[in-house]
């Protein structure tokens, strides 16, 4: 693969909808479980390759609030799947120094599942050489909900006056509080939608729509994203040409 120094400008914060295991499965004639199987294997492949191209910041929906309206055995095999993933991964993690956090609301998921992911924040805490966020029943409206409700408790409580409400503020309450906005996001599977992942964050976002299924989403296909991402103008509402803007996180 072309090496990420010939990008013109590689994304520091990229997204990803990783969707489409179900309907990859069903055309290569697999059952359903082995298509997330498969999904879940391939985030390695890919998250290597992100930052072999110069991506620092990533940032994966792994499983979301509406997620649990699957069929019931579908639901149990994706939590098992992900104690499964956490497990075989955190070795890696640690060898190529990714620091992991997990958004979203953690208590629905079994005490384990819990554990193994405080245990992966903590074995990898002082890591900087990748960011690595992964969503977990997590939902950019389960954000905002969790966020207006805390500003409002800390106005109640006389930490925080009303006119002190800025988007700033807003955004140091949101799950997202610690990292740049994205740059840009793919979405796999052939949707063109947001899917309810981070709602706020995305406001000036790019976005590129692979129809490809994720298993299928090839280290070339991201390539060729990354490098079409790095042919845009952003400008961010304005005239001015500008490549990216500040984060809330670089400006404070």
């Known amino acids: 693969m072309t090496s990420y120094t010939e990008l013109a400008n590689p994304p520091s914060h990229l997204a990803i909808i990783m969707d489409g295991n179900s309907r990859w499965a069903e055309a290569h004639g697999f059952q359903r479980d082995e298509g997330h199987r498969a999904g879940a294997k391939h985030v390695r492949r890919i998250a290597e390759a ?3 191209l110069g991506v620092r910041y990533l940032s994966l929906f792994a499983f979301s609030t509406e997620n649990w309206d ?3 055995d579908e639901v149990e095999f994706l939590i098992e799947l992900i104690g499964e993933t956490l497990d075989n991964e955190l070795h890696e ?3 190529r120094e990714t620091k992991v956090q997990f958004i979203g609301e953690r208590s629905r ?3 384990a599942i819990q554990d193994k992911m405080r245990k992966c924040e903590a074995q990898t ?5 990748l960011f690595l966020t992964i969503a977990l029943n997590y939902g950019g409206r389960w954000d905002l909900t969790n966020a207006t409700r805390e500003i409002a408790q800390a106005v109640q409580q ?3 006056h009303p006119n002190e409400i800025d988007e700033s503020v807003i955004g140091s309450y949101l799950a997202t509080r610690s990292l740049p906005a994205p740059d840009l996001c793919i979405r796999t599977g052939g ?4 899917s309810n992942f981070l709602l706020w964050d995305f406001a000036y976002t790019e976005f590129y729509f692979a129809d490809c299924f994720w298993p299928g989403f090839t280290t070339d296909a991201l390539h060729i994203a990354l490098r079409e991402y790095g042919q845009r103008q952003r400008r961010f509402g ?3 040409e500008l490549t990216r803007k500040p984060s809330l996180v670089e400006s404070n």
Do not use: N, Q, V, W
Request: avoid cysteine; charge should be positive.
């Open 50 to 52: 992100s930052a072999d």
């Open 70 to 72: 699957r069929p019931r």
């Open 93 to 95: 993690l640690i060898e």
């Open 109 to 111: 998921f079994p005490t």
């Open 125 to 129: 805490s002082h890591f900087d050489k």
């Open 158 to 160: 006389g930490y925080l």
């Open 191 to 194: 949707d063109r939608r947001i």
């Open 238 to 240: 304005g005239r001015r």
